[in-house]
């Protein structure tokens, strides 16, 4: 499959698919059916099965490379829905199905805590509850929770975790909001950090939305956004502050990182913003011409914040 090709399928699922919850439908594999407001997704490494997540429902969802969603979702956790808290964010192990682990970050209502926890995967259900990796900060604030996950090129799963509405945090070190944080795949911190036996990664985040590998590159690239202006998308590099609260955007005291500059591309060149909003409306008439429900930008589910996260990613390798 191709990265356009799979960029396709993504943005189908993740852009159309709002609204019905999925575990309503009926029993058997429709590309038509419909997900609960789904906020992340990751592709197993042979392209052949797509895992996302429903952040209202708490189901971890598959869907096959044609775009099939699979009735039964993979997994299901209890989940504290509200704001920006719920199901958040979902990583296949880079050596899967060897390594049969889906890792999956959510809000857990009983605890009023964010947790990242890992499932063993048998087929396409998972095996048993899930083993918990990191018991992340508070969700009682709703907002700046984080949860975006991917893995590095070195193996290792980096995870997004927002400063929870409590700005200092984000330039504490011994606090994990507002930071990337990177752990080794059962959780354990790597003795490479930059700072020994701290899962640290990265400092001064404070709303991050997501978190991309570059595949041609194995550069890292984080999204967060700013309190009314100044959002970024940020390069990461081993123990860099990227400036919050001290400073929004660029422009930051000596030592902080500036944002970069790129939100989509086309080969080496980075796209305009008319340009970037041009593809997404061609994806939309695809997805129409294949015969999925209708979209378009003055639809409400284009606008709301669970596709405009979802899309983003889609389209970045589009």
């Known amino acids: 499959m191709t990265r356009r090709s799979a960029a396709l399928v993504a943005a189908t699922l993740l852009l159309t698919f709002n609204g019905t919850p999925a575990h309503a439908a009926s029993g058997s594999p429709s590309r038509f059916l419909r997900a609960e407001q789904p906020v992340s997704m990751a592709w197993t490494p042979d392209g052949t099965r797509l895992f996302f997540d429903e952040q209202a429902t708490g189901d971890v969802r598959v869907a096959t490379a044609d775009g099939t969603v699979l009735p039964q979702p993979f997994a299901h956790l209890d989940v504290d829905a509200s704001s920006e808290t719920g199901l958040l964010g979902v990583a296949v192990d880079p050596g899967f199905p060897q390594q049969p682990w889906i890792y999956v970050y959510y809000s857990d209502p009983t605890l009023g805590l964010n947790r990242l926890v890992r499932f063993r995967a048998?087929?396409?259900?998972?095996?048993?509850?899930?083993?918990?990796l990191l018991e992340g900060l508070g969700s009682q604030n709703r907002y700046h929770n984080g949860g975006a996950l991917v893995f590095g090129p070195d193996g290792m799963l980096y995870v997004t975790v927002g400063e929870s509405h409590e700005p200092s945090f984000a330039q504490d070190p011994n606090s994990i909001g507002g930071k990337v944080l990177r752990l080794e795949?059962?959780?354990?911190?790597?003795?490479?950090?930059?700072?020994?036996?701290?899962?640290?990664?990265?400092?001064?985040?404070?709303?991050?939305?997501?978190?991309?590998?570059?595949?041609?590159?194995?550069?890292?690239?984080?999204?967060?956004?700013?309190?009314?202006?100044?959002?970024?998308?940020?390069?990461?590099?081993?123990?860099?502050?990227?400036?919050?609260?001290?400073?929004?955007?660029?422009?930051?005291?000596?030592?902080?990182?500036?944002?970069?500059?790129?939100?989509?591309?086309?080969?080496?060149?980075?796209?305009?913003?008319?340009?970037?909003?041009?593809?997404?409306?061609?994806?939309?008439?695809?997805?129409?011409?294949?015969?999925?429900?209708?979209?378009?930008?003055?639809?409400?589910?284009?606008?709301?914040?669970?596709?405009?996260?979802?899309?983003?990613?889609?389209?970045?390798?589009?």
């Open 122 to 132: 048998d087929g396409d259900v998972a095996a048993g509850p899930p083993q918990v």
């Open 185 to 318: 795949p059962d959780g354990s911190v790597p003795p490479d950090n930059p700072i020994a036996g701290n899962p640290l990664f990265t400092f001064g985040h404070r709303n991050s939305f997501g978190i991309c590998l570059d595949p041609a590159t194995g550069d890292l690239w984080e999204t967060e956004n700013g309190p009314t202006s100044d959002d970024e998308i940020n390069l990461l590099r081993p123990g860099g502050n990227y400036g919050w609260p001290n400073v929004m955007g660029s422009g930051g005291p000596e030592g902080a990182i500036d944002p970069g500059r790129v939100a989509m591309r086309d080969g080496d060149r980075a796209l305009t913003f008319a340009e970037a909003q041009a593809m997404t409306k061609q994806i939309a008439v695809a997805m129409a011409q294949a015969g999925f429900a209708r979209v378009s930008p003055n639809d409400p589910a284009y606008g709301a914040t669970a596709s405009r996260r979802a899309i983003s990613s889609a389209i970045t390798w589009a």
